[in-house]
């Protein structure tokens, strides 16, 4: 599985926009010998796809299925840009967090991030001046909060959002966080869009364990006007709540 680590925060980089940023982060790839150059390519045609920004100041770049073959190892890198990059536009990023991944393990990347994106962290992000800071910023949840592979699923069936819910459901009660009644405790106007797809549902009623699953769409599902590709599924209990 994908983790953060202090030593693979880059801190104080420099960009005057988005190809830049990007090169920046592909460099540092190189650098550690994650990728070949050549992975610029996956970084951007994905941009040109979907843009890769979540909220809160931070952006989670990767490259497209095409470019894997660029990929030497599998890893993820940090880079805190103190000036700012505009993103999408409109939106102006702190923090890239870049994955070179052989398949889905961006969607554990998402996971790990889903406290930061809920929680209104835009000026830490910001204002960040060290890695530690950077890691336990995005890491603010404790540690028996699961979060692993066998609580993501892609390629998922669903014909609407409730199908996700379900899905997402299934996975926690698979692996005993949950238990019968969770699902009637998620309530469907207290979704929170984080952005390019993403949005997160919370419940804290039947919950036997704290745990976050995540469940990717085949098709693209539409919730409140806006799109749906993945479902973040946040089951929180009082041990959970005590460390926001």
Known sequence: MLALDIQHVRMKQHATDKAQALQ???DILVEDQLVTPDY????TVREQQSATYLGQ???IPHGTPQSRQYILKTGIRLAHF??????????????????AAKSDEHLQVLQILTRALINDVAD?????QSAEQIIALLQAQPASLALHEN?????VPALDVEDLIWQA???????KMVECGFLSGLNLNSMIHLGEGVWSITSNQHVLSPAVSLVK???????????????VCIASNEQLDMQR
Do not use: F, R
């Open 151 to 155: 609580l993501i699923a892609t390629q």
């Open 124 to 128: 830490q992000v910001k204002q960040a």
């Open 217 to 231: 769409a085949e098709q693209v599902l539409s919730h409140q006007q806006e799109m749906l590709k993945t479902l």
């Open 169 to 175: 459901t299934q996975l926690l009660k698979q692996q």
């Open 24 to 26: 920046c982060l592909v």
């Open 40 to 43: 610029i390519h996956g970084l």
């Open 57 to 59: 100041g931070i952006a």
């Open 82 to 99: 103190p000036e700012g990059v505009v993103w999408d536009g409109e939106n102006k990023i702190y923090l890239a967090v870049v994955i």
